[in-house]
Structure formats: C-alpha cells, structure tokens
C-alpha cells in the first residue's frame, strides 16, 4: 500500500482534518483507506488528536505546516497506544519539543521512555485550555484498546471518537471480501453527507465488524445511550473518526451505527 496526500480540510473554526489515505489495488479497481488525524488551533494553544500513520509521516508534517502558519504544536492526544494512532508520535515530538502528550497515558512511558518527562495524565471529563475554546476529554463509549480516549472541542462541536463510528463507502460490493473500511479515489476530503450515499447499516456493520472483534459477542445499546447523554451534553454537529470520512449528518450517523453494531451482535453484520 502506498500513501496518498491530500491537503488539511478545514472542518470548522480552528479545526482541521488531517492525516492520509493508504491505497491499494483489489477487485480490479484502486481503494483507499483513512487513517485520519485532526488538528484544533484555540487562541492560544493547538492540539493534534491521534498521530496518523507512519506511512504518513511527511504527510502529517506537511499537513501541520500548512495548517499551523507559522505557530507551534503544544499538545499530542494519541487515542490509543497503537501504530495509527500514536505511530508518528517520536517524530512529532522530535519536530515540536515543547508539545506534550496528553489523555490516557498509563503506558507510554513502556513504548516512548525518551519522551516520559513530557507525558501528562488527563482524565475523562477533565479539560483542556487552548485560548477561547477548550479540548474536553472524554470516555471513549466504543473502544479498541482498554485506555482509549475520545475528545470534543467545544469551539466547533467536534467529537473526536477514534476506531469509533468506522464505515466504509462505495467498495466492496456486498457479494466481495475487503478487510478494511474502504472507498474510492476522490473521496478521500469529502464529508459523509457529500458522498454520493450516505453510509448504509450493512457498510457501517461491515467495518464495525472488522475493526472492533468483540462487538460480535457484545450488545452495545447501553453504550449508545451513554453516546446520547454526551451529545446531549456537548452539542457536537461533527464527528471525527480515524477510519472514515468525517461525520456531518451526526443524528443520522447515530441511528445508523447503533443498528450496524446490532447486526453484528446478532450475526447479521458479515455474512454468517
């Protein structure tokens, strides 16, 4: 697989979607794959949450370049101790050498022991100062690894929800096999709401599938009302997921995954 650039999208005030796409030929045709970082600049502070892949480390420098103008990266908030999540991390702290890391960090000092005086334990429901805006984090109500963190930025309304609400869009048809959310070149920026359909049950249960085991032997209802409370809570009109496109249809998405993650809990989600 090789990496495909595209240039940060501004999702809102101060919010940008970063990151790269991995691209690969299968059933005759070119798919990509997201694995998504989002940067949030306040008045006086910028946040990066997840790190993208290694595979996009010039990627995700350019990006922040671009995206920054000129200012720094104070803080790093990897999701979730893995590879597209927190893999680009030694280079980000390498290029930023005042950014800190901030979330979950029980064991980061196990995988970056150069970087343990910069690790800050930010429990959920504390927050974030960035100068007008604050960086909320958050349980995270779906997860992949037990200390996985979620954000909301309150200058925005964007929830940052890692391996949460993954999709894949157009590819593979239902009668294929694909083993990662996927969709067409050209759609890499796009927004749910501006791919030609919005994401289906079976696309949503596809990737669920895949990406998260053990929602197969799990009934998720109790988490998605939990989700319910928090958006109740944080008025959130964008969702950002490291895998898939950026959510702008949040109600619709919500229905969507509650009943994808339904249908894998029941066996219906990938074919059985």
Not at 138 to 156: C, K, Q, V, Y
């Amino acid at each position: 697989m090789t990496a495909v650039f595209e240039s940060p999208r501004r999702i809102a005030d101060g919010v940008y979607w970063l990151g790269g796409c991995l691209s690969a030929f299968g059933h005759g045709e070119e798919v990509h794959y997201h694995v998504n970082a989002y940067l949030v600049i306040g008045e006086e502070r910028t946040a990066l949450i997840d790190t993208g892949d290694p595979a996009h480390r010039a990627v995700v420098l350019a990006q922040l370049d671009e995206a920054l103008a000129g200012r720094t990266l104070d803080y790093l908030v990897p999701t979730h101790p893995e590879i597209p999540h927190a893999g680009n991390l030694p280079a980000l702290m390498e290029r930023f050498p005042q950014a800190t890391v901030l979330g979950e960090v029980r064991d980061y000092h196990l995988h970056f022991p150069e970087f343990a005086d910069r690790l800050r334990a930010v429990p959920a429901g504390q927050s974030v100062d960035l100068g007008g805006r604050e960086l909320v984090l958050m349980p995270a109500h779906i997860r992949d690894l037990e200390n996985t963190t979620w954000a909301w930025d309150s200058g925005a309304g964007v929830l940052f929800v890692s391996d949460g609400f993954s999709f894949i869009h157009d590819v593979p048809s239902p009668d294929e096999e694909a083993d990662e959310p996927a969709h067409l070149p050209g759609q890499c920026r796009l927004f749910s709401g501006e791919m030609p359909e919005p994401p289906s049950v079976a696309q949503a249960a596809y990737g669920t599938g895949r990406a998260l085991y053990w929602t197969k032997f799990v009934d998720v209802s109790d988490a998605f009302t939990a989700i319910e409370g928090l958006l109740d809570e944080h008025p959130t009109g964008f969702i950002g997921p490291a895998h898939g496109n950026v959510i702008d249809d949040v109600d619709g998405m919500l229905r969507t995954s509650l009943a994808a993650h339904r249908a894998v809990y029941q066996g219906r989600g990938l074919g059985q």
